[in-house]
């Protein structure tokens, strides 16, 4: 019951603080031709595959083609520029006009929100990149619902769990799906890396990661479109919160093998201790959101090639040909990606409880 509850305020703070992250971030953009106009040829292909793998300002389900009307629903923007400014995203009409909030107008240019004048001039530096002033953005975009989504079905599997338990050692209804899972969490992921006097201690925070990363994976591939763990500040977020966590609570052990490595020459050992340093600050951190993020967006990447497909091989197969290919691979590649899905989760908790094993661990000293 105490790992539950201790779980609950994990994933409240996980939530807000990622929610906070990726819109302070930014999102993504429409990825939609303007005019309404088919995409059909490879760079218009990849340009929407790439729109598609960012975040964006609200959700967009079908766009006609003939007459370029996007079928969805907006999302709030919250932007602090010289005071809170607030309103919906359909004002940008994705993309297309400028916005208007207290006197100020702003631009969805490439994602991002910039300041503008009413015509929504955007200015270049000789790079031609954007000169206009860029306020903080904290926009409930399509990944903050995703997130909080996945927060949600968190809160109220746990919920549910911890109230199963309260009747009975053994949970009954849909408890019983969550159990085995938290039993594997526990028993193959924390005990063998942390050690079975300090695992419980980190186990709340395992299963919030294991859980929120699955989770979230496998709303990216639903035809919402969110792409969670896709995101970089996602993932830079779920790693500092592991580093975090193995810096705080580090052994005395660990800090001295760390900055005076005994067993080795003394000229050798500051050396080793930037060396370790720098690998428990930066390198683990580092090599756990590439990770993540590299393999989610890789998934997303193949699958929309996949599918685009039966417009690219259309000459070469016909229509029918090419979009029975295109079905076929596209399954195949989504049951794989159902796999992934649960690894990703796997391996990023499990190196996790592997760091933090490695920090709390105490030495024999003969």
Known sequence: MKVFHKTLKYSVVLLLTLSSSIAFAGGGGDNHDKKGNPIDTKEEINAYIKHHLQDSHDFTFYTNGETGT??????????????????????????????????????????????????????????HHPTNVKPLDFSITKSVV?????????????????????????????????????????????????????????????LTVFFFIWIANLLGLTP??????????????????????????????????????????????????????????????FSLLVRLFANITAGHFVVMSLIALMITMKDAFGAVGSTGMSLVLSLFITLIELLVAFLQAFIFTMLSSLFIGMAVEEHDHH
């Open 70 to 127: 996007h079928y969805g629903f907006p999302l709030p923007v919250i932007l602090w520029d010289e005071g809170l400014k607030m309103f919906m995203s359909s004002k940008f009409h994705h993309g297309e006009t400028v916005a208007e909030a207290d006197g100020n107008y702003y631009k969805l240019y490439h994602g991002k929100i910039y300041r503008t004048d009413a015509e929504g001039t955007i200015n270049y530096d000789e790079h």
């Open 224 to 285: 919402l479109g969110f792409n969670i763990t896709g995101q970089i500040a996602v993932t830079v977020c779920l790693a500092l919160f592991t580093a975090v966590i193995y810096l705080t609570n580090g052994s005395k052990d660990f800090w001295a093998h760390t900055l005076w490595m005994p067993g080795v020459p003394v000229i050798l050992r500051p050396i080793l201790a930037i060396i370790e340093l720098v690998g428990f600050v930066l390198i683990k951190p």
């Open 146 to 206: 995703g997130m909080l989504l996945a927060g949600l079905l968190m809160i109220l599997g746990f919920s549910a769990l911890a109230r199963g338990y309260k009747k009975g050692p053994i949970p009954t209804g849909f408890s019983r799906v969550l159990e085995p899972l938290v039993i594997y969490v526990r028993d193959e992921i924390a005990r063998p890396n942390i050690g079975e006097k300090k695992y419980r201690k980190f186990m709340s925070f395992l």
